[in-house]
């Protein structure tokens, strides 16, 4: 499907981005270890996994992935969430960002990070505020540094990881 396709390659980007900033991928079930069995001692470098299992969040019966999970023993001791949204085209990512923010506000257990991108200035999104909200919601008035760590378009992102962010 194009959307994956495309969703992919951008998340792909992102990837590179945190394997710059000095994360080392390790297998989901190291992260499930550390944070959810407690089994694991913290480990003493940056470390990151995909697709990790954020169980059950807004609709029932659908278990959640996000994209990635880092760890860093100083910047993110508790872990942190990093999805990543692309939009090919001005269709229904607006929609999706709604349930986004139930899903980080009120089910996810990791503060996160949304990193978005694509073509929301062909909508009316962008004319409100960087393009990640709807008629309801602006996820960046949402940025509490708790539960929503920030929101950036990707050369945002960029920027914020370069600085140190990451």
């Known amino acids: 499907m194009q959307s994956e396709k495309t ?4 998340e792909n980007q992102v990837e590179c981005i945190i394997q710059n900033c ?4 390790v297998q989901n079930e190291i992260m499930v270890k550390m944070f959810i069995n407690g089994t694991l001692q913290p480990y003493p470098k940056k470390i990151y996994t995909r697709n990790y299992p954020m169980g059950y ?4 019966n659908i278990k ?3 994209e990635f999970l880092i760890y860093d023993p ?3 001791p508790h872990g ?3 999805t990543a949204k692309w939009q090919q085209s001005s269709g229904t990512g607006y929609e999706k960002e709604r349930y986004l923010l139930e899903n980080i ?3 996810y257990n990791f503060p996160t990070i949304v990193v978005f991108d694509g073509a929301f200035e062909k909508t009316t ?3 409100k505020v960087q393009g990640v909200i709807d008629a309801y919601f602006d996820l960046k008035k949402y940025v509490d540094g708790k539960k929503l760590l920030g929101v950036y378009r990707y050369n945002e992102f960029t920027i914020f990881a370069n600085g140190g962010g990451l």
């Open 7 to 10: 969703g992919k390659n951008f």
């Open 22 to 25: 000095g994360y080392d991928f």
């Open 57 to 60: 969040c807004l609709f029932p």
């Open 64 to 66: 959640k992935r996000e």
């Open 74 to 76: 100083i910047l993110y």
């Open 80 to 82: 942190c969430v990093i």
């Open 105 to 107: 506000l009120h089910y």
């Open 125 to 127: 999104l962008w004319k």
